[in-house]
């Protein structure tokens, strides 16, 4: 995938959670945030590294770590990083239920430290 359409489908699995937040599917919400700002993060990738497309055949970009892909980005957290905390801690395993009990707050919360970190990364 090319950097615009990695962003672009940032901003859909942003959308996307905001309409399952708003259906009371919270940790569903959650887990489409984790997409969100993995994909941005591969978007900035790409352009920080001049590449015409995200390249996960090199050793280690088939990865879902947030952290390891935000050092790829010539970004520091230090910019965001109370944005950023609400989301690190993001791997996709939430989907088997490692995330419940979330609340409608803290799923309103990390839809809007996504909103924000999406405006700082893409």
């Known amino acids: 995938m090319t950097a615009q359409e990695l962003a672009t489908r940032s901003q859909e699995w942003l959308h ?3 309409l399952l937040h708003d259906a009371g599917r919270f940790e569903s919400a959650i887990y489409l945030c984790g997409y969100a700002v993995e994909f941005a993060l591969k978007a900035r ?3 920080h590294l001049n590449w015409q497309s995200y390249r996960d055949d090199l050793p ?3 990865s879902h770590v947030l952290i390891n892909l935000l ?3 010539g970004l520091d957290r230090v910019n965001f990083d109370s944005d950023w905390n609400e989301v690190s ?5 939430i989907r088997y239920g490692g995330s419940k009990g979330i609340t409608s707050s803290k799923s309103s919360r ?3 430290a996504v909103e924000a970190l999406l405006k700082e990364i893409l």
């Not at 801690?89 to 395993?93: A, F, G, R, S, V």
Request: with cysteine; charged share 30%; proline share 5%.
């Open 16 to 18: 996307d959670a905001k």
């Open 45 to 47: 990738m790409c352009r």
């Open 60 to 62: 280690g970009m088939r």
């Open 71 to 73: 050092s790829f980005t």
């Open 89 to 93: 801690d993001w791997t996709p395993e």
């Open 110 to 112: 990390i839809i809007s």
